[in-house]
């Protein structure tokens, strides 16, 4: 943690990384060395968090048996890219995983949400919700796709793309009939 860059970690974004690295706070070690008392007067309540965080405290409760409100999987590309085509093949294996998922806990999801993170950083979602659950691999990667349609032709190289499966739903019963919304 100790070389971790500050905007790294949970909970500090870019423009809280910027004030941090402002006041030559720069890495974990860095922000370790601070007092709470530096960090609450030029960050309020957050500064409490930041001081924790630093040491590996987190005194948050444990939720071992919360809901899970979305199923998703995301990937960062080593080089941008920049077809609908490219973006087809990376999106397989994502759906694939969250598919998976799916299978193994028996949820099902109406909503699906593509998330495209291109290189200058900047990121969308574009979602959609069904009357139904998705109820297939083959249902998830048609309604991605067709999501990712909607950013074609593109204007910049996607770094990082995401599939997520929300408003879950528990397991359908046998021989109940799906009406696909999508």
């Known amino acids: 943690m100790e070389t971790l860059a500050v905007g790294q970690f ?3 974004g870019p423009a809280t990384a910027a004030r941090l690295n402002g006041l030559g706070i720069f890495t974990g070690l860095d922000l370790r060395q601070q007092t709470e008392a530096l960090l609450r007067q030029h960050f309020g309540k957050a500064g409490s968090y930041y001081y924790a965080i630093a040491r590996a ?3 948050r409760p444990v939720q071992p048996n919360r809901v899970r409100k979305s199923i ?3 990937t960062t590309f080593e080089h941008d890219l920049t077809t609908l085509s490219e973006l087809g093949t ?3 294996p994502l759906a694939d995983s969250v598919w998976k998922v799916c299978a193994r806990t028996g949820a099902r999801g109406r909503t699906v949400t593509v998330k495209v993170k291109y290189a200058d950083f900047q990121q969308i979602t574009r979602s959609r919700t069904g009357f139904a659950p998705v109820p297939t691999l083959e249902a ?3 309604a991605a796709l067709d999501l ?3 950013q074609v032709p593109l204007e910049k190289g996607v770094r990082l793309l995401g599939v997520t499966v929300s408003t879950l739903e ?3 019963e046998p021989g109940r ?3 696909l919304g999508f």
Do not use: F, M, P, Y
């Open 170 to 172: 528990g397991e359908e």
């Open 57 to 59: 405290e987190d005194h």
């Open 72 to 74: 998703g999987s995301e």
């Open 148 to 150: 990712l349609r909607t």
């Open 90 to 92: 990376a999106l397989l």
């Open 140 to 142: 998830l990667v048609q």
């Open 10 to 12: 949970h909970g500090i």
């Open 177 to 179: 009939q799906l009406v």
